[in-house]
Nanobody, 115 residues
Framework: VQLVESGGGLVQPGGSLRLSCAAS????????MNWFRQAPAKERELVAA????????HYAFFAKDRFTISRDNAKNTVYLQMNRLKPEDTAVYYC?????????WGQGTEVTVSS
């Protein structure tokens, strides 16, 4: 099982980034997927979630109306489109899913929002 995030970087306030998480080693289309983030000295928190088919999504309050989670089951990839980024969105963003009693995590991709 492997999750590989990409797409992070430095962006100015108000800018956009699209994160990707490429999955392998399991039947991707069978699992709901999540994006979490962890800012320095803070606990990891859920950003957004998407069902196995992509028909249902859920967002943390801070992500609503700015972030969009999506997935392409043909490409085994889940995305997080982030718009109107704020300095408080600075964090390491992680792809996640729950399988056989355990959370599975990628290595994370760092997002820095700063002028």
């Amino acid at each position: 099982v492997q999750l590989v995030e990409s797409g992070g970087g430095l962006v100015q306030p108000g800018g956009s980034l699209r994160l990707s998480c490429a999955a392998s080693g399991f039947t991707f289309s069978n699992y709901a997927m999540n994006w979490f983030r962890q800012a320095p000295a803070k606990e990891r928190e859920l950003v957004a979630a998407i069902s196995d088919t992509g028909s249902s999504t859920h967002y943390a309050f801070f992500a609503k109306d700015r972030f969009t989670i999506s997935r392409d089951n043909a490409k085994n990839t889940v995305y997080l489109q982030m718009n109107r980024l704020k300095p408080e969105d600075t964090a390491v963003y992680y792809c996640n899913f729950y399988m056989r009693g355990a959370d599975r995590w990628g290595q994370g991709t760092e997002v820095t929002v700063s002028s």
